[in-house]
């Protein structure tokens, strides 16, 4: 099978191993596991069915998005539900919106059913918002589907229902569905515009997980929500790929549901508290310009003078032992992605050294 490697996840991977101060990051370190209250039965060999996920879960989330289990797809995180969406809707020939810059997983599944990939630019200048009319340019017949992020990796731009709404009603019109992955909306405070995409339209699904704000990437605990017909497709491609998922982890992950009011404010509370160390960093530099992201644990800037990211975070890294992301991974040379979950004083060590690299990097 030919297909565009996912370049980005082999890099992050390779980096969580790398020495220094790591700030490539973009999910939430682990919670403490007594904000969870596992009980030992959560552990044991006979714990429940869970053929397609624990019914507990899928029942948590249908009342959390107000609609039924027939809905709801349990996967291994928002990659495979973000893959079984692309599997079950896309033919060979296709066409599929996907947002510029934007996360790189989209283009490869798209190779991976040799859908053709149409970009929808998300500008600095606009706030990182689509332009409508942009978009209704881009929509035709052979358009299948449309895939957002909100709030948008890299820049954690928030979108607004409104555009939402819009674009959902436009990808209609030619009977596209439109994906949103949402792993990152819980980064917003409750009521502060964190309103789930999926009554947007009824050709809307919308897919998510606890890794990112939540820290429980090992789980692998994502779901989809979306239209019956689309979920049911996605449950038989389900049981080619998944004959069950892991009991132990969907035990887990259901204390993390049952205590999520609890465990939500955490990543909130590490933004608040470093944001403004790296707001301070960010306007000493003249050279750099940035997104306010209106939460989460990364930025996403902009150097300017420098073409060539790559080699930046490389130099930032080899020679001053911090860990970034460049834009070429997010289509976008001349721009770095840098999280900030560390403790505050890693976050201003590690921004000074960022710094001494930028200086030493464009002295050359
Ligand atoms: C937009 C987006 N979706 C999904 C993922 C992967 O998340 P998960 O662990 O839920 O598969 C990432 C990880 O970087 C991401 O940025």
Not at 49 to 75: M, Q
Not at 140 to 159: F, W
Not at 330 to 335: A, I, R, T, V
């Amino acid at each position: 099978m030919d297909f565009e490697p996912f370049q980005y996840m082999r890099f992050a991977k390779r980096l969580e191993y790398a020495d220094g101060i790591f700030m490539a990051g973009s999910g939430m370190y682990r919670p403490k596991a007594d904000l969870l209250k596992f009980k030992e039965s959560d552990f044991t060999l006979e714990s429940l069915c869970s053929n397609y996920g624990d019914p507990r879960n899928v029942a948590w989330l249908a009342e959390h998005y107000a609609t039924s289990g027939e809905n709801v797809a349990l996967t291994a995180g928002s990659s495979e539900a973000n893959f079984l969406v692309f599997a079950a809707l896309l033919h060979a020939g296709d066409k599929v919106i996907v947002e510029s810059p934007g996360y790189p997983q989209f283009s490869s599944l798209a190779s991976l059913v040799g859908a053709e990939v149409v970009k929808l630019p998300r500008r600095f200048e606009d706030g990182f918002q689509p332009d409508l009319d942009e978009f209704k340019k881009l929509l035709d017949d052979s358009v299948r589907l449309v895939v957002l992020t909100n709030l948008h990796n890299p820049s954690m731009a928030r979108m607004s229902p409104e555009v939402m709404r819009e674009i959902a009603a436009a990808a209609a019109e030619v009977g596209a569905k439109v994906l949103v992955d949402e792993v990152y909306l819980d980064h917003l405070r409750p009521g502060e515009g964190d309103e789930s995409a999926l009554k947007a339209g009824e050709n809307v699904v919308v897919t998510s997980s606890l890794t990112k704000v939540y820290g429980l990437s090992g789980l692998r605990f994502g779901w989809a929500v979306g239209p019956k017909k689309l979920v049911s497709k996605m449950l038989d491609l389900a049981d080619v790929v998944d004959p069950e998922l892991s009991t132990v982890a969907q035990n887990m992950a259901h204390r993390a549901l049952e205590n999520l009011s609890r465990l939500r404010p955490v990543a909130r509370r590490l933004h608040e508290r470093n944001w403004p160390v790296v707001k301070e960093w960010l306007e000493s530099r003249e050279d750099v310009e940035y997104y306010h992201p209106p939460g989460g644990i990364t930025v996403w800037m902009k150097v300017n003078g420098v073409e060539e990211t790559g080699n930046l975070a490389t130099v930032a890294r080899q020679d001053y032992g911090v860990l970034v992301v460049p834009g070429e991974y997010f289509q976008s040379p001349g721009w770095l992605r840098v999280g900030y979950k560390i403790e505050p004083t890693s976050v201003r060590e590690g921004l000074s050294r960022l710094g001494k690299a930028i200086d030493d990097f464009k002295s050359h």
